[in-house]
């Protein structure tokens, strides 16, 4: 089945950076786009970045600059590397991966979280 499990998460100083790990399994990684959201305490969960399969990324003005989105496809593995870091980067940071295409119906997977403090 499909899984996505992040990693990397934690707790670091103002200013700092953080890579953040989302492994995949259960489908064909390369072909599809894959996004990175995250959600704030009493806030709406955000898209933060996405990459597709051929590698075209966006990202949300709030990280743009400071984090990049890329992706192994060897490793069916996606990254989310966050650098100068902000207090308003707290949130609890998901993996997604929407429209993986199961027999004749397409279904959006997450993951489980994980959670950036960014805190002195």
């Known amino acids: 089945q499909v899984q996505l499990v992040e990693s990397g998460g934690g707790l670091v100083q103002p200013g700092g950076s953080l890579r953040l790990s989302c492994a995949a399994s259960?489908?064909?990684?390369?072909?599809?786009?894959m996004n990175w959201y995250r959600q704030a305490p009493g806030k709406e969960r955000e898209l933060v970045a996405r990459i597709t399969g051929t590698g075209y990324r966006n990202y949300a003005d709030s990280v743009k600059g400071r984090s990049t989105i890329f992706r192994d496809n060897v490793k069916n593995t996606v990254y989310l590397q966050m650098n100068s870091l902000k207090p308003e980067d707290t949130a609890v940071y998901f993996c997604n991966v929407p429209g993986v295409r199961i027999g004749a119906t397409s279904y959006d997977y997450w993951g489980q979280g994980t959670q950036v403090t960014v805190s002195s």
């Open positions: 259960g489908f064909s990684f390369s072909s599809y786009t």
